[in-house]
């Protein structure tokens, strides 16, 4: 017997098991439907990020001549997870309305839909990996460091623990709110350029430069280019990035306790 | 004995508040409430209880709450008061094969149409034969299921579910699919189903089919239970009453 009115979501009764199985064929079903197995959609899955980065690197070294060491290969680093972020981001945001015949008629717990994004930009971000590597070695003869095989999988791991209390409270406030997938892809477009991405910190005029070290987002995408650039992690920027993910995830939590069970109405 | 499916005095209103805009939220104006539809109960004091093994229906005009009712059961919308609860693995068939996907085969969608309804790889791996074999695919259960005819759809979907190891089902308007042939395999099965100690909840449309399958069941009507005892009387009173009803009060209804 429960409470009609219980304050627990559908599927709460679901094992650990059955959801990474459910996580598991979600993702395969997404890059199934989008690559139909051909070898020409790992390219597609490559070609965004690397379009993008080239295009600044047109720009800022080519056109504008920064003087910036390495310039392409700190492009390359933060490109791709960046990408993983955003992309992951302003899909999961989505993830409820598209996925509305789930949610309407079956007891699924609703969270898995935004992870199921998550999860699925990650697994781009995988393949995006040996390319990257490669690239490193080529373009900047940085050779694979053995640290790398603990190092990645961490950042990785840190990673969805960033991004994804971000996809699902985004998720969540677009079912009551539908304008927030638009302000979503702007607020990324922005903080794109808010955050240093295509420009070191290091050219950020020195007043300023404390208020860019606050975003989250510039410690989690140093530390990526720290691992790949050097081999080393910064433990500042770590912390900054888990305590980071901690808080959004408490506060995911709590907005998903609270307003989940209300989304079979609104979507 | 505990019953598979209890619900006492369940109460459900459906808020006017719809999905808002920014613009809404910032100016803090919002569209007068549109009170054409608006009626205070989706659904107001409902109870009955099912007992293991028994097939129970819920029939009533097009806005009398029986799908909000299913939701409540199932989980997906919430009661305002009241309760429910439900002895078992519960599986629905509020829309046959929700979650599809029409660029995957057909034995692909078998798996994640299962793993939706919470079954495990291992049991969906053991159960795949038999899930073809009912749905009567053959060679076509590799082909994209946007290949299919929708009775090819409705046809896997039902042999999903009825191999998914629920205890209870949830019925909504959806045996109505396939031929007449394949509608009595699907009886048959759900007979078979009974037979274990599964319990069904139909809502339907079609007072012939509820009658033949269902022991007990109730009336709608606005929400409100107006009948409710033996399948087949209870189908022949709203039988009556359908023809005697005055077709205005149609207008008062919330329909969801």
């Known amino acids: ?267 | 004995m505990t019953s598979a499916v209890t619900c006492e005095g369940l109460w459900k209103t459906y808020q006017r508040h719809r999905p808002v805009g920014v613009k809404t939220l910032l100016l803090g104006t919002s569209p007068p409430a549109d009170t054409r539809f608006a009626r205070e109960w989706a659904l107001a004091e409902v109870g009955f209880q099912v007992p293991h093994g028994r097939s129970f229906g819920v029939i009533g005009a097009n806005g009398s709450g029986k799908t909000t009712l299913l939701s409540i059961l199932l989980g997906t919308v919430q009661g305002d008061r009241g309760r429910v609860g439900l002895n078992g693995n519960v599986a629905s068939l509020l829309e046959l094969g929700a979650g599809f996907h029409g660029d995957l085969s057909g034995s692909e969608n078998v798996f994640l149409y299962g793993s939706i309804l919470g079954m495990r790889l291992a049991a969906i791996r053991q159960r795949f034969e038999q899930i073809a074999e009912f749905s009567e695919l053959e060679g076509a259960i590799e082909q994209p299921l946007r290949t299919y005819s929708a009775g090819m759809v409705a046809r896997l979907g039902f042999s999903i579910i009825i191999q998914s190891g629920a205890d209870i089902l949830l019925i909504d308007e959806v045996l109505a699919v396939g031929d007449a042939r394949f509608q009595a395999k699907c009886h048959g099965a759900l007979r078979e189903f009974r037979a274990r100690g599964g319990t069904l909840l139909i809502v339907s449309h079609n007072m012939k089919e509820v009658t033949e399958v269902c022991d007990e069941g109730i009336c709608l009507d606005l929400g409100r239970v107006v009948d409710a005892g033996p399948m087949a009387g209870v189908a022949a009173r709203y039988q009556e009453r359908m023809a005697v009803a005055e077709p205005a009060r149609g207008a008062s209804r919330a329909g969801r």
């Open chain 1, 1 to 267: 017997m429960t409470e009609a009115r219980a304050e627990r979501a559908p599927g709460a009764e679901r094992s650990l098991p059955q959801l990474a199985e459910l996580l598991y064929l979600l993702v395969r079903k997404e890059l199934k439907v989008r690559y139909k197995n051909r070898f020409l959609g790992y390219v597609w899955a490559l070609a965004n990020p690397f379009a993008f980065a080239f295009v600044y690197w047109i720009a800022f070294k080519f056109i504008m001549r920064l003087e910036i060491e390495n310039y392409s290969l700190f492009l390359i680093t933060g490109m791709f997870p960046w990408v993983w972020m955003s992309v992951g981001v302003t899909g999961a945001t989505r993830s409820f309305i598209i996925n509305a015949s789930l949610i309407r008629k079956v007891n699924l717990p609703r969270a898995i839909l935004p992870l199921g994004n998550v999860a699925q930009e990650m697994v781009h971000f995988g393949f995006a990996l040996p390319v990257i590597v490669a690239f490193l070695w080529f373009a900047g003869e940085i050779r694979p460091e053995p640290s790398w095989l603990w190092q990645i999988p961490a950042l990785i791991a840190l990673q969805v623990a960033f991004v994804y209390p971000l996809a699902l409270a985004f998720a969540l406030a677009n079912a009551y709110v539908r304008d927030i997938e638009y302000l979503v892809g702007i607020g990324f477009s922005l903080m794109f350029f808010a955050t240093p991405m295509v420009y070191p910190i290091t050219l950020v005029p020195e007043a300023y430069r404390p208020w860019f070290e606050l975003n989250p987002l510039h410690a989690l995408m140093q530390s990526w280019r720290s691992v790949f650039l050097h081999g080393t992690m910064e433990p500042g920027h770590l912390a900054f990035t888990a305590v980071f993910a901690l808080l959004t995830g408490i506060i995911a939590w709590l907005l998903y306790r609270r307003l989940a069970p209300r989304i079979g109405e609104l979507v």
